[in-house]
């Protein structure tokens, strides 16, 4: 017996993301000190651009994922997150620097004033 039902139609994911995950370097110099030293994070980041120019660019051995929405409003969330991720990563690690340049060395702990 034949289905003679209507099916419901697909949803369709219009509004797509790419992504990829990449080690990025921060560069920097203590004052008294001419040897230049770097600091490497994996960061996710977006490609703004299609499929095909990821993988010209990157080629296809590079890793990547498609998210993909019905919405823009979701597109557009995690695009957000993504870039507030970035943005905490990118302040933690002027901090670091920051810190090391301030004492010379690597300083997490602390500081306390016993006055």
Request: aromatic residues 10%; charged residues 35%; negative net charge.
């Amino acid at each position: 017996m034949p289905n003679t039902e209507a099916t419901a139609p697909r949803e369709t994911l219009a509004f797509e993301v790419i992504t990829y995950t990449d080690t990025v370097a921060f560069n920097y110099t203590l004052p008294n000190d001419d040897e230049a030293r770097v600091i490497e994070h994996e960061l996710t980041i977006v490609w703004e651009d299609t499929l095909e120019k990821f993988i010209e660019a990157l080629g296809a051995e590079k890793a990547y994922k498609i998210h993909s929405f019905k919405r823009e409003r979701e597109q557009k969330s995690l695009i957000d997150q993504i870039d507030d991720e970035t943005e905490d990563l990118i302040d933690n690690v002027q901090e670091e620097i920051a810190n090391k340049m301030k004492f010379g060395f690597d300083f997490t702990g602390p500081l306390h004033n016993d006055d």
